[in-house]
């Protein structure tokens, strides 16, 4: 695994689409203020990974939200079947109330591959959770809600994203996360 490649990958990804295209209006204060954490896990089993997803957990209950206030625990080595990491995000939510931490963090997903149920494997809407490798992305519940509270219409974002990369479309996706795009 070539950590540095991965982790610019995911950074590009962050930054052009993700924050570039307002997929979460929520990323880019946190970015900016450098309190993303972003990890690339050598794990190269579903176990691996689960131990990783608790340490990385831990971490970031214990550490203040002003240091770290979400990680992106990016995974490239395992899960890369959408449908055998889809069943892990079930290991992923019982670890986190294993660890009493249900209310208090939460873990959402990211795949190459991400596919809603009822879509077809190419429809652009999948792509509002594509991520160049498989992440699990670890959120504190309080800053998820406090960003919330504070966006005029959460409701709309969805709907505004798929709309996005309707305009968008496939090209305009591989050519926004090329290495060369600037």
Known sequence: MDEARV???TRRWLERAVIGLNLC????????????????SDATTPGQLLEQLGE????????????????LLVHPLVLGDFLDYNDFLDQ??????????????????FHPDYQFADSRPDDIE???NRAPYPTLHLL?????????????????IVERNYATLRKLGHEGWRRLLADEAG
Do not use: H, I
Request: charged share 30%.
């Open 56 to 71: 990385e957990l831990v971490l970031l209950r214990d550490t203040p939200a002003e240091q770290v206030d979400t990680t």
């Open 140 to 156: 504190r519940e309080d800053s998820v809600a406090r960003a919330v509270e504070a966006y005029p219409d959460p409701d709309v």
């Open 126 to 128: 999948n792509y509002s």
């Open 92 to 109: 992923a939510d019982a670890l986190v109330e294993a660890l009493e931490l249900d209310g208090v963090l939460q873990v959402a997903s």
């Open 7 to 9: 982790l610019a990958d």
């Open 25 to 40: 209006p929520f990323a880019k204060a946190v970015y900016v203020k450098e309190q993303v954490r972003f990890v690339a």
